[in-house]
């Protein structure tokens, strides 16, 4: 074995291109790396250094100077127009009308899941938030022909979304996605499309 593989044809060359890109890639960040970590670094490199980290985080956190950059008001709260949360993407209804609208429990108390739309995503000290719209439920004149099929997840709802605030609900109170699909007499089903 050691004999075939020493007749094999390299041309005095170990690995291919891909391969040699790579290690001269490591090989640079590391002397850089070195470079920037030494006491006789110039001034004008250490803030040019402490600007990239800035606009560039490091999540190895190997450039940081002066450790950990304090987070702005800023930074701590933002919204977004999709979130992912255990794999499921999430989106306002301004960005996907089909990805906001979702079943949630408003409260910790509750027993039966509300259907609503995503208004808003807020990420808050890196916690998501969704800011949702609830469905109207069906008003008691009139008739839910899915009330005798406890099987099949579907259920009417009014046409009409809620007034009321919306509510801000954490990720974790989110059951699933749904689809909505308006109907006569001002009815929409909505049909739970947990996994």
Request: aromatic letters at 10%; a positive charge; one cysteine or more.
């Amino acid at each position: 074995l050691i004999g075939t593989l020493q007749k094999v044809n390299t041309n005095s060359h170990i690995g291919g291109e891909m391969e040699a890109t790579i290690v001269k890639a490591h090989a640079r960040s590391a002397n850089l790396r070195r470079f920037l970590n030494r006491e006789d670094c110039p001034p004008l490199v250490c803030i040019l250094k402490d600007l990239f980290n800035k606009a560039f985080p490091s999540s190895s956190k190997q450039l940081s100077s002066e450790g950990r950059l304090e987070a702005t008001p800023a930074a701590l709260s933002y919204e977004c127009a999709h979130y992912t949360y255990n794999g499921v993407n999430y989106s306002r209804s301004q960005t996907h009308i089909g990805n906001s609208l979702v079943l949630f429990y408003a409260s910790l108390t509750d027993t039966k899941p509300i259907a609503g739309s995503i208004q808003k995503i807020e990420i808050n000290k890196g916690q998501p938030f969704f800011h949702i719209c609830r469905q109207q439920p069906l008003p008691s004149s009139k008739h839910d022909p899915f009330c005798h099929y406890p099987w099949f997840f579907a259920q009417s709802y009014s046409s009409e979304m809620s007034t009321l605030p919306p509510d801000r609900v954490p990720a974790s109170r989110i059951v699933s996605h749904v689809a909505r699909f308006n109907f006569s007499n001002g009815r929409s089903v909505i049909l739970n499309l947990s996994r």
